[in-house]
């Protein structure tokens, strides 16, 4: 059975003021909750609708209060509330990306997902970029939250103090497949219509680019997590070279 | 005004059977809607509920009514039909990038924006791959979707009659780093869930793989959009060195 106060406090948490006051988040579907079980994230309490689930320790909840706490359109058979882990110390060495004012948390979820993929060190977000603890952010992700140190931060600051070489993502850089890119750098992406804000790019000691191909040059810009794609996987690519 | 035949067709167009019945789509927002006019797609009719773009033979249509035939959760300023285009010959030079089963609007929208960016020769896509000219899809492709040539097509037998050799994304492939890759190729991408089935995995001449890099090897695997851009960038890169 789930209480009142447990439909409240959970739908509260859809919003990152709460979120951060509760230091809770949201997981949903045996697929995802199984996944941060596995890399040992804290679990604060998990409901299933599934017959024979409540056998190990999970509480039972009806199909209709389930879709009632749920943000899914459609929910799934479960739903976990998760202890937001501490935030582990900034790393000095390997690859850094940074995230200038990412908004859509599709793209945020498989950026998250990409970093896991090419051992990226840590992601450091500006201090308005998506929450990674977004609902939609967690089911985008795949588990991979919990494997990547996460930083949300001035980012200007953070740039400030940072000695590793700084390379942007920007429409009139070098060519990456001609840049020589090293194992110990930073790499920032900007927001979704307007790219690397001007304050951060005066920060880069690399712009660099990925050469459009198309016969027509019409196309108005890559997605930002196609853009990450090639470029962690160029980045992943001259190290292994 | 908007008759009530109108709102009939427009809604019945969410579905793919009136699309092909029909031979028209949907297409929304100015930003969109103004993509496809500059690339010449045929206009069958245009919605606005901005005062004053009636001046330019644009139906007036109040915002009320406009939410009604809108597939977005909150309607833009406008929506037009526009006429599919006929599809072109099949050719045999180029990249051809095939799509085996894949599910989601907005993979197939930002695979279709990465072909254009990479000039992509063709896209061929199973009978069971999401239609492109859903709505969802359109919204996605932001034009691009009027610069490459798509085909629905008995996959099998497509690549039973091609020459090109055949590159396929799978999780133990080659090292695509590692992989010369010609400038006359056909890439297979597979199911998001699944991969690439079992019946076309026996048309690969060369199954690839991007690396995974991260210390704990656990990611289950890129998103297809993901793998789909570093692919596309590597056939770029080896054609442009």
Redesign the interface.
């Known amino acids: 059975m789930i209480s009142k106060g447990q439909i409240k406090l959970i739908t509260s948490l859809q919003q990152k003021k709460y979120r951060n006051k509760e230091g809770l988040f949201i997981a949903e579907g045996p697929k995802v909750i199984g996944e941060l079980l ?1 890399e040992n994230l804290e679990l604060h309490i998990h409901f299933s609708s599934l017959e024979g689930d409540n056998m190990q320790g999970i509480c039972e909840i009806s199909e209709r209060n389930l879709q009632k706490i749920s943000c899914l359109t459609t929910a799934n058979t479960s739903l976990a509330l998760f202890k937001i882990p501490p935030s582990k110390p900034l790393q000095e060495v390997g690859l850094t990306l940074v995230l200038d004012a990412v908004r859509d948390p ?1 793209n945020l979820g ?1 950026i998250i ?2 970093c ?4 990226v060190t840590q992601l450091v977000c500006s201090l308005d970029t998506v929450d990674c603890y977004n609902p939609k952010v967690i089911q985008a992700t ?3 939250i919990a ?1 990547l140190p996460i930083h949300y931060l001035d980012i200007q600051a953070y740039l400030k103090q940072s000695r590793a070489p700084v390379y942007t993502a920007m429409m009139d850089g070098a060519n990456v ?1 001609d840049t020589p890119l090293p194992s110990d750098a930073i790499l920032i992406m900007g927001n979704e219509a307007n790219g690397v804000s001007q304050k951060i790019q005066d920060f880069s000691t690399h712009p660099i680019s ?7 040059q ?3 810009s ?2 930002v ?3 990450t ?2 470029l962690l ?2 980045f ?2 001259a ?3």
Chains 1, 2 share one sequence.
């Open positions: 596995k599709g498989t997902r990409l896991d993929w090419f051992g795949m588990g991979s494997r497949y990925i050469p459009q191909f198309g016969a027509i019409d196309t108005e890559l997605n997590a196609s853009a794609a090639i996987s160029e992943a690519r190290t292994e070279m």
